[in-house]
């Protein structure tokens, strides 16, 4: 599994480029509205919209966008569109499968445009079931390590589901069942430790090893289905070692 959390690194910072910010406050206001049309407008009733609230303060989305797109979601405001998420399923070169999880008011919108970064990028879309049983959602979370050990944030989490605990550079990595991702904060609130980021992920069963050549080529992929404002995440199977990433940055 750590060859995809370097990955999920990777993309972490590859996020953090300006180019892509404007990209990122969209979709973590779409976020919002949906969690506040789910459950309700109000956070301390709505955890998903207090966890999507929280996440868009963090990547300093501004107050004013935020507190519209929870208005839009529980119809205070007119204006919200109708989100659906929609899962598509397919391969990339040298045989990596991918997981493209799209929130969208435009159903042949998301396809179309699913499809031509797939063709455009030596890839392929598949039926539906033809990917997804490698992959089960997870829930993860990050915390700073600072003075931390490993086994400091496993004996925190461990009483609460955690999995695993990984090394992820200057940052350790909490898997845990996609259930239990609040209690594993809790956990860890509980014991002072700091959280820098969460998320729910796709985490394969399966993993293919890439050198730096067929790495590019998926992450070219990747990008191309991400620039669509309808893709909301793109999981993937590729696994890197340190040495590939080493040369990806070096490049």
């Given amino acids: 599994m750590a060859g995809h959390s370097k990955w999920a690194t990777t993309k972490h910072k590859k996020a953090a480029n300006d180019a892509k910010r404007g990209k990122e406050f969209a979709k973590l206001i779409k976020n919002i509205e949906v969690a506040a049309r789910t459950g309700g407008g109000d956070p301390t009733a ?102 931390l050990s490993e086994d400091d944030v496993l004996m925190a989490v461990l009483d609460a589901g955690a999995e695993e605990v990984n090394d992820a550079n200057d940052r350790f990595e909490v898997v845990s069942e996609a259930a239990d991702m609040t209690a594993v904060k809790e956990a860890l609130t509980a014991e002072g430790i700091d959280i820098d980021d969460f998320d729910s992920d796709f985490r394969a069963s399966v993993l293919v090893p890439l050198d730096a050549n067929g790495a590019r080529q998926i992450i070219r992929l990747v990008d191309a289905l991400e620039d669509s404002d309808d893709v909301q995440n793109v999981y993937t199977n590729m696994e890197l070692s340190d040495e590939v990433l080493a040369e990806l940055d070096a490049s």
């Fill in 46 to 147: 709505n955890p998903t919209l207090d966890d999507m609230i929280k996440k868009a303060k963090k990547a300093s989305v501004p107050n004013d966008n935020i507190e519209r797109a929870r208005k839009r979601g529980s119809g205070e405001e007119a204006g919200g569109a109708d989100w659906e998420t929609i899962m598509y399923e397919g391969y990339g070169p040298n045989g990596v499968a991918i997981l493209v999880e799209c929130l969208t008011d435009n159903r042949n919108r998301a396809a179309t445009e699913v499809r031509t970064a797939f063709n455009k990028n030596n890839g392929n879309l598949a039926e539906s079931g033809s990917v997804a049983y490698m992959f089960t959602r997870k829930g993860v979370v990050f915390v700073p390590k600072g003075e």
